[in-house]
């Protein structure tokens, strides 16, 4: 097969949207954070927590819904430190976030490894099975077919945070509170609440993206399976110049990269060496930040601690 | 709840900070460990034991200690001017890198071939670090993301070179580097254990990072630059040639520390020689409220966890990853702990 022919499979185009969908939740909720002035630096841990705690309810014996809620929960509680720590007491935003991150990654090994000895194979639950969602449609129908329940939702909610952020006045408070936080408190809103709850509602995302990896995309949990997808959704929130919409964008357009260096791979890759191509999506998050920085508007607030009372 | 800056911190609490950190990071890991069912304070006194209760376990904690200085005062020194290198974990591999390819290539006298190798890591971190800066300096781009994802691709690039162009042809699939010649090797501190003279490097860099910071021009634009840049720049310090410099520092200790560990300890590359010791860095420097000095201290501290903890969860199957759990909540109780020395309460 040519490195053409490729590009019109069905089965690179519905491994894209499998490939996006941790991308999506994980972009959506980092943006959620930094809209309303927040970065949210511990994405990786955060990411890899959910993983581990949906994956750990299921393996215990709930269901995959109460696996996702679990997670949520879980991401929600590391949001909830997250914003004691920088809202509340104002600490350095990157140094907090990595504390997180390392905090996060770690414990989620040490739960695993309590809960699960270690085994020559790593235990499996029954994961996602595709919905069939939209089979009918002509051309595009297999590939929608192929997705599971997740992947839908992270569309959903892509699609209802767009919204809410352009065209809902609690959106209109969030994105002020990101932009100026004084003059949102001169308005009557209260910052600080509105950066918990973006910062909690955020992270619970993270994490539900961290769940799809372990509850849809494999089947099993193991350490150090998030691999840098959290620091790539950072990337892609510059990327999508901090709108929803465009981040949905920008992590298909990553994932397509993504699934296609996977499939060269394997018609390629006795000449190349595997590493080379495993390098690409790094590299390609890089020139993405390059490119788009230049023309980003960045929340004004963003990284900035909010004191009533002081300028 | 309102805080107001102290007008004074007091002393005791800024120097007790990092103790009561590592105080409440070990009571939460003491919980973690009661989870797993293993008797706490039995837990604690093998942790001890394994870090510090012999010979062989010393020279093992000061082993670890090293590289730790190195990444440590890389993050130090960055952070102190508001530099945000996450990268030092690949600074530290290119390092090592670096070193092993350059002895390959070079013929020097016994004297000269090891400082050179030195120099080459520690060029190698410098140019890994200075590109992420100058790009921030340019065009805006948040050094962090970059310097982290620069992270995952030299590891790549890493397990490249040991699998492709210099694999070693002797290992039998196990993929690692050819060795290093025998001159390029540092010598062993103490008899039959792994403890190096890259120990006293990373002490003289401590040294030398200190003064470079307490008694010179460019410690002090630095510092200014992370503390108030615009007043710096006002006040007439060249703000982004002080950043590439602070760049250059930090690259390259953290690329030497690379360097020393693939001469000192194995004498060849492999894709895990750091557990870590980039990121564990970043606690280290932190742990020592940035300052070069404190860095050994916390250095020795952390590497002690570690050790000690591997000894511990040998013998009382306590999963070893709590010495990551106990090192990441030292950083997080110590940025709380650092906050109520300077703010308090209002009533």
């Not at chain 2, 004498?267 to 940035?290: E, Q």
Request: hydrophobic letters at 55%; glycine letters at 10%; charged letters at 10%.
């Amino acid at each position: 097969m040519s490195a053409l022919d490729i590009l019109f499979t069905v089965g690179l185009w519905a491994s894209v949207l499998r490939i996006a969908t941790p991308l999506i939740f994980g972009t959506l909720g980092a943006l959620l954070c930094e809209r309303v002035g927040v970065l949210n630096l511990g994405i990786e841990g955060i990411m890899t927590f959910g993983a581990m705690a949906g994956w750990l309810t299921v393996y215990s014996g709930g269901d995959l819904w109460t696996g996702l809620l679990m997670a949520a929960l879980a991401g929600a509680v590391f949001g909830w430190l997250h914003a004691v720590l920088t809202v509340t007491l104002g600490l350095s935003q990157h140094v907090t976030g990595l504390g997180i991150t390392l905090f996060g990654s770690s414990v989620s090994y040490y739960i695993f490894r309590l809960a699960v000895p270690v085994q020559g194979t790593p235990p499996t639950i029954e994961a996602f099975a595709p919905l069939g969602l939209g089979a009918g449609i002509p051309g595009i129908g297999p590939i929608l077919a192929a997705q599971t329940a997740p992947t839908w939702l992270a569309i959903a909610v892509a699609v209802l945070l767009a919204w809410l952020l352009a065209r809902t006045p609690l959106g209109l408070a969030l994105r002020m509170t990101g932009e100026n936080p004084h003059a949102a408190e001169a308005q009557g809103l209260d910052p600080i609440l509105l950066r918990y709850g973006a910062v909690i509602a955020g992270s619970a995302l993270m994490a539900l993206g961290g769940a799809f990896l372990t509850m849809s995309a494999f089947n099993s949990f193991f350490p150090t399976m998030v691999q840098g997808r959290g620091w790539v959704c950072i990337a892609l929130v510059v990327f999508s110049t901090w709108r929803p919409s465009r981040a949905l964008l920008g992590a298909v357009l990553f994932a397509l990269f993504d699934a296609y260096q996977l499939r060269l791979q394997t018609s390629f890759g006795k000449a190349v060496p595997y590493q080379l191509f495993l390098m690409l999506p790094y590299l390609l998050s890089i020139v993405a930040l390059v490119v788009m920085s230049r023309r980003a508007r960045v929340p004004q607030a963003l990284m900035q601690p909010f004191r009533k009372g002081s300028r | 709840m309102q805080f107001e800056r102290r007008a004074r911190p007091p002393i005791w609490l800024t120097l007790g900070a990092p103790l009561i950190a590592v105080a409440v990071a070990l009571l939460l890991a003491g919980g973690l460990i009661a989870l797993s069912g293993a008797p706490v304070f039995e837990a604690f006194g093998r942790i001890a034991s394994s870090a510090f209760g012999s010979r062989l376990a010393l020279t093992e904690t000061l082993t670890r200690t090293t590289p730790l200085i190195l990444t440590g005062l890389a993050a130090a020194v960055a952070f102190r001017a508001r530099v945000w290198n996450i990268g030092a974990e690949g600074q530290f591999y290119l390092g090592a890198f670096a070193a092993v390819w350059a002895a390959r290539g070079i013929d020097l006298p016994w004297p000269l071939l090891i400082p050179v190798l030195m120099l080459t890591g520690a060029l190698a971190g410098v140019v890994l670090l200075v590109i992420p800066v100058i790009l921030r300096l340019r065009s805006g781009v948040d050094e962090v993301v970059t310097t982290l994802l620069l992270n995952f691709i030299v590891l790549l690039f890493v397990s490249l070179a040991v699998e492709g162009f210099l694999r070693d042809p002797m290992a039998f699939g196990w993929p690692k580097s050819v060795p290093l010649p025998a001159d390029a090797r540092l010598d062993k501190l103490v008899a039959k254990s792994r403890l190096h003279t890259g120990l006293f490097i990373a002490l003289a860099c401590a040294v030398a990072v200190w003064a470079l910071d307490r008694f010179s021009v460019f410690g002090l634009r630095s510092r200014a630059a992370g503390a108030a840049p615009e007043a710096a720049a006002f006040a007439g310090v060249p703000l982004g040639r002080t950043l590439v410099k602070v760049a250059c520092l930090s690259g390259g200790l953290a690329g030497l520390a690379g360097a020393i560990e693939v001469m000192g300890v194995r004498g060849y590359l492999t894709t895990d020689l750091s557990p870590g010791f980039g990121y564990s860095g970043i606690v280290v420097a932190m742990l020592a409220n940035l300052n070069a000095l404190g860095v050994v201290a916390a250095a020795l501290f952390v590497a002690a966890v570690f050790v000690g903890t591997d000894g511990m969860s040998r013998a009382l199957e306590v999963p070893s990853y709590i010495a990551d759990v106990t090192v990441s909540l030292s950083l997080l109780a110590m940025l709380v702990a650092l906050f109520f020395a300077q703010w308090r309460i209002r009533r």
